[in-house]
């Protein structure tokens, strides 16, 4: 039988902490049950372990309890990182133990997934140094400004690289366990854990759900008002080349530092913020996807609409049916099924009053 090792950190805990762990220990253990009504064997034996013999969270109104130090367990085969809180700094010194011990099993040869934000610690260890990562997408600027080594993508939901895991945000964990548990297991057992705790499978992407706020985390304060300017002039197209002159830096040096401080080039920059615009627009207003588009200076729908999907994970119109409440009322009223409805409604009301 395989070792699950769900850990518990020391203090650094948050009620995402606790669903993370109960998540895990639940899915796995329903994975395991399934085995056995299938007359198969359990695969794994899972245990909460951490560095303490109690984990208070959200001042004391929850404690988890390892059942385990890890100090006592030797070998494991699978370590799942719960979601941390946002002081991560703080996160890296307290946890020192907890990293070493992470790093020591999987150079024996055990995969690690984190949830969420906790990606940091499993950064922490250097072991996804020049690999891929995701984590929320809140955390994407701090978690690039203290893990430049790692090629974050905060876009993806699910990474797995060299028996490394990482997933996006919040209660997307439950897509990564899905995921870890047809790996494990099978499709079936997957499907059948999908079913239960009603999951969709395969997610791909968290950028549906993504907000962009500007990456701002960085000291560059040229770079800073470059930034603010491109967001007031969401309108116009805005060049490389006319800002670095507007900045009075060379081209090449000011495109160099743009990248170095947000990540993305001017041009990637700018689209993000008219594209958060335009979800905005969608989400609070009865305007066409034409008036938006036109509102943040683009004027190929074609380009627009792929520009778009590739940036929110849905097409504009996908996206306004998802999120736009009036647009959603609309379309029910405007569906077979409501139609019938309204109309035997009025059927059953006219013939009341005759009866009368």
Not at 56 to 83: C, N
Not at 131 to 150: E, G, I, N
């Amino acid at each position: 039988m395989k070792h699950l090792t769900i850990i518990i950190p020391a203090g650094q805990t948050n009620l995402y902490t606790i669903a993370g762990a109960v998540g895990a220990y639940e899915m796995f253990s329903t994975a395991n049950e399934y085995c056995t009504e299938t007359g198969k064997r359990q695969l794994f034996k899972i245990e909460l372990a951490g560095t303490v013999q109690r984990s208070e969270v959200y001042k004391g109104a929850f404690a988890l309890i390892p059942q385990r130090l890890i100090t006592s367990i030797r070998k494991t085969d699978l370590i799942i990182i719960p979601s941390l809180v946002r002081d991560f700094q703080k996160m890296a010194h307290q946890e020192e133990a907890l990293i070493g011990w992470i790093k020591k099993q999987y150079g024996k040869g055990a995969e690690v997934a984190s949830m969420c934000t906790g990606a940091f610690m499993l950064a922490s260890s250097g072991l996804l140094n020049g690999k891929s990562c995701s984590t929320h997408w809140f955390a994407a600027d701090a978690f690039r400004t203290m893990f430049p080594q790692v090629n974050l993508q905060a876009d993806k939901l699910i990474t797995d690289e060299n028996g490394l895991y990482t997933n996006g945000g919040a209660y997307s964990f439950l897509n990564l366990l899905l995921y870890l548990v047809e790996k494990y297991y099978d499709r079936q057992t997957a499907v059948l854990c999908s079913k239960i705790f009603q999951v969709e499978m395969d997610r791909q992407t968290q950028a549906t759900f993504t907000i962009f706020t500007g990456q701002k985390f960085h000291d560059d304060e040229l770079i800073r008002q470059a930034q603010a300017y491109i967001e007031r002039n969401v309108s116009e197209k805005i060049t490389v080349e006319s800002l670095a002159a507007k900045f009075a830096v060379g081209r090449r040096q000011f495109d160099r530092r743009f990248v170095k401080a947000t990540g993305n080039t001017p041009a990637e920059y700018s689209q993000r913020v008219k594209i958060e615009i335009v979800k905005r627009l969608l989400e609070t207003t009865p305007k066409t996807i034409s008036e938006v588009m036109y509102e943040v200076g683009y004027t190929d729908i074609n380009a627009f609409r792929n520009l778009f999907k590739k940036i929110a994970g849905l097409s504009p119109v996908e996206y306004k049916h998802r999120y736009n409440r009036g647009d959603v009322l609309q379309t029910t009223s405007r569906s077979p099924v409501r139609k019938r409805v309204q109309k035997r409604a009025t059927i059953g009301k006219d013939n009341e009053r005759k009866s009368k």
